[in-house]
């Protein structure tokens, strides 16, 4: 009994980080698949240029999203240095950042008023996140590297 008792907690959480990092590669590869799929088709079948621009800018900033889940483990498993994953989410976040003030400034042109603040809180939303994301990502990294004892 001590043996399973030695060999079940670690077996436990190895199989909850396993999972864990399965479902992030998972949830960023669906997302770059929806944002590519999604925009490709908005751009084929939808006529009106407002909504075809907003649709764009909501799966762009969805793939971008996906990407930014899935680039920490393609980077483990491809080998690349973990220097470059704080100026990689920084500018993939100021892309998210840019796409959505493109998107208040494209919703602001919406005639129906309902949907007009829907779309504004929506886009602000994910402004005010990605802005934070960014800021924050180089001094949460300077603090994890400092924390670990390395000279900054």
């Not at 060999?7 to 590669?25: D, G, N, Q, T």
């Not at 993939?92 to 309902?114: E, Q, R, T, Y």
């Amino acid at each position: 009994m001590f043996h399973v008792m030695l060999v079940l907690p670690a077996l436990i959480l190895f199989f909850v980080i396993v999972v864990a990092l399965f479902s992030l590669l998972l949830v960023g590869v669906l997302a770059v698949g929806v944002g590519a799929f999604g925009g490709a088709s908005a751009a084929l079948f939808v006529e009106n240029t407002t909504a075809k621009r907003l649709l764009l800018i909501g799966f762009g900033m969805l793939a971008i999203i996906g990407v930014a889940c899935a680039l920490p483990l393609v980077a483990m498993f491809a080998g690349l240095p973990e220097v470059f994953f704080p100026f990689v989410i920084v500018v993939l976040f100021i892309g998210v950042g840019v796409m959505a003030s493109f998107g208040i400034h494209c919703s602001a042109k919406i005639h129906n008023k309902v949907g007009k603040v829907v779309l504004l809180v929506v886009f602000s939303i994910f402004l005010a996140v990605s802005v934070a994301i960014a800021m924050v990502t180089p001094a949460a990294v300077a603090a994890l590297h400092w924390a670990m004892g390395g000279v900054s």
